[in-house]
């Protein structure tokens, strides 16, 4: 995630994945990297991301056969696919038509509460996911609690919330409910983040991707999603 390409006059998405991937054959790649789905949609001026081989590795996480929830898709039409196609609800002034949370999105109950990073006040007891997610969420935060890795979150930082991802203008997977913060104030955008690598390991385990293991502007410590390869 550290490079970024603007399209000048000409460009096509099969000329960038040549020149920047070393593979033109990784054309719809690129593009549905950037949450584009047809190849014809590209403009001068354009900023485009440009995927690492890691960022494009699918979770090589074991999921548990009776697992009650569907494995971790890689690229935004796997997304799609799996989670229901968001972009369809996308409205002419750019906010989400309701039905697609009425449809998609439930509050899970969490075991126990955890401060809210923008209010440390107040703490969290539920977490709005996308359906599918809700049992794989209450799995993850019990393990945490049996595990002894309670005070190793100090904060939450939201899960769905429909916004365009912060270093671009794709839908972020929070956008899904796929996505999960946690302790944002000592993992910003960009830094190293203090994220204890034990907490970082339990997460990954249930299939997760950590942002933390991205590279540049683009490497964010305090995310985690239920997808790779966007």
Not at 108 to 129: E, G, M
Not at 183 to 194: E, I, L, P, S
């Amino acid at each position: 995630m550290a490079k970024t390409y603007t399209a000048v006059k000409g460009d096509t998405y099969r000329k960038i994945a040549a020149a920047m991937m070393g593979d033109p054959q990784l054309a719809a790649t690129l593009a549905d990297y950037n949450g584009i789905l047809d190849l014809k949609q590209i403009v001068a001026g354009q900023q485009l991301s440009i995927p690492a081989a890691r960022d494009l590795a699918p979770s090589r996480a074991a999921r548990p056969r009776a697992a009650a929830w569907p494995a971790p898709p890689t690229s935004l039409q796997g997304i799609l696919d799996t989670f229901g196609n968001l972009l369809a609800y996308v409205r002419d002034d750019a906010t989400v038509d309701p039905k697609w949370e009425a449809q998609f999105i439930v509050r899970q109950p969490l075991p126990y509460a955890i401060p809210l990073d923008w209010d440390t006040s107040q703490s969290v007891t539920a977490v709005r996911c996308h359906k599918l997610l809700a049992p794989l969420l209450l799995q993850v935060f019990e393990q945490i609690a049996a595990r002894g890795l309670r005070g190793t979150v100090k904060t939450y930082g939201g899960c769905y919330v429909y916004r365009p991802k912060r270093n671009g203008a794709k839908p972020s997977t929070h956008s899904w409910g796929i996505a999960f913060d946690l302790n944002v104030r000592t993992n910003q955008m960009g830094t190293a983040g203090d994220m204890d690598p034990r907490l970082v390991e339990l997460i990954e385990s249930f299939g997760f991707l950590w942002g933390g293991r991205w590279a540049g502007r683009g490497k964010d410590p305090m995310h985690f999603q239920y997808c790779s390869g966007y």
